[in-house]
DNA sequence: TATGAATGAGCATTCATTCAT
DNA sequence: CATGAATGAATGCTCATTCAT
């Protein structure tokens, strides 16, 4: 009647939960949103068809619950940000570092699928942007602008700096996974590459 | 029986092909791949289900038929490579003009669902890599090699070069279309913006 | 794109959507309307599951087409009314031979399904209220007026004298369905048995 | 193990089975057998799914469960057979507002959902026969043979002559649930009219 | 006994594809 | 070649029923 209060049952949910959205993620990276049916999110989960029904209310709100989870990891490692110590180079290294590096291992896949979808889907659409897209600027737009006026000489729009660096991550991340081999096999070396790219730009004649 | 020979038959499929072609695009622009039925472009098309399988195979062959309506673009617009005239900078806002504003009318939408689908179905995906991306980046390398040559001081890896700045153009046309509501507003002043960006870095202290 | 003219292909349509409904017709009143498929309902047709949905919408509307065949069959029937000649006894017979008797071969099942699915469906009893119910009253009663008038002794509410003898007529119907075994070894007497009963009353001492 | 001889248990399994029971004619005089699920009537008796199939078997049990209450009621409610006093047109009237008034509340709504399903459903529709109806009409039988013999003047079928009158009020039902809005408006009138009615006939001239 | 999560058979519906006209 | 009716495999989703706790 009431919203279950208690804690053990709660557990069970979120765990539940979370070992579907592990195998629709699974699945939907290897297979794509709409190849994947339900019951191959089941069977990779090892449980019924019926069963996911019990914790999602249709396949679309797996994807929600897909991007819900990205919203989380996001905010936990947002904390990434208190490298914003001293020196400029490093701290740029670092986000790039953490931006390609790091989260490439199981991120990529999730942001494969997300995107794939994001772009078709009108209503998954509007709440990546208002959900992950927009806060994401929004945070790191205050928090930019402290750094800018620190260590940023001649005076840039960063709205737009900072879509376009966002933008070229976004960019390589797409192209790596679209199979792009150079990248693939110089990846590692993208951090220290963009960093001085991003600092110095090409220093043409 | 024998291939047609009859030019005037093949300016006939050629257009019909291209009829139905564009239905697709538009149709799979509004909606999506697979949220597109046979009968949707059919409609769009003015003609009969049936007639579509006159002249592709399925589904998935009118994707390619717009990968190669894609690379046929390209190809004829690579032409503005000529514009390599002098000044570097003004070279580079006019590349940058040419993918940001002139492809933005038609060639978005169309993006969108090629990339959309790109990103999730294997076979696509091959085709896209060696029909459309490494074609590009090869003739596209030869030509930077010269123009770097010519203008760029320092040494750089060329060919991670031209994956940051055409990953960079490509993420923020992705930021644009997910709805990036600085992008829309400000999206004609890139061209500039981002040339500035790219030859000369954000110019830290 | 428009209505389409072509009175061949018009009478093709009607032959499938009757071909259909009679399908529908004979399961549902076998099954009834929950238990019936679609699929029993192509096979007892000899087409196509999917065949069904070029015709019909959805499985309620194949209840409303029925509805439909109801009311034609009954404007066509309603000719009947001419018998009103003369003598006020053979007429009412033929009225009660006509609805218990002509009508029960084939109606009285599609009766079975329609009753059972209206009293329980909201929308499909709405429709049938409005389609099947009133303009069958609101004919009678102009018609029954005129009766009345002539052979009626005594003053009586016709609206409620309509609804009394529709009603007896009505469930009979539903009592023979049922599987009343007295009725069903009587029913041919009922014409006679009934129109002495309206007319005269039971008679008490 | 053995039949519980325990009263109290007894008491207990009783109200049990009737805080079911009433749950469920409620749901399903609401939204109809099939499209009531466990669920709708768990929630409605404020008990778990589970709980339900410890007192009924199935779902056709619910219905069967419901089948019996109906007879109970109409056993206890016989009595008022013992009207049967002297007036003829007064034990008519009580006939009528009794079955047409005083069971209007509660009871018309379980008619429906039972009719309904009684009409479609073969193993139901048997159990009614057998249970209800021929009991009913058994009874009544025999006491209307002694009534008829004291009171009607002329010979009638009497088995014809119960169903005509036990119809007629059937029928009357089924429209007044159907919605016939004359029905809704004057039902209270029908106990005096239709004793008129059924005692005098129309009185042609 | 009570619970409610898990189950999976079952069904309506969609849609790419075929093919007779 | 064009047509569009026919097809039926495929799939998301529901819900009666079971059973471990």
Known sequence: MTASPDPIQAQLIAARRKQILEAAVKVFAEKGFHQTTIKDIAREA????????NYFE??????????????????????FTELASG???????????HRLTLLRADNFEVFKVVLSEVMVNKELRELFQRNILEPTFAIAETYVQQWAAQHIARSVDLS??????????????????????????????????????????????
Do not use: C, H
């Open 58 to 79: 249709n396949k679309t709100a797996l994807m929600l619950g897909i991007f819900d989870s990205m919203n989380e990891t996001d905010r936990r490692e947002e904390s």
């Open 46 to 53: 090892g449980i019924a068809q019926g069963t996911i029904y």
């Open 160 to 205: 737009l700096t900072m879509r376009a660096v966002s933008g070229m991550v976004l960019g390589l991340i797409v192209e790596y996974l679209i199979g792009d081999q150079v990248l693939q096999t110089k990846w590692d070396e993208l951090p220290d590459f963009l960093t001085d790219f991003i600092l110095d730009g090409l220093g043409v004649k």
């Open 87 to 97: 020196d400029v180079r490093e701290f740029m290294k670092a986000y790039l570092r």
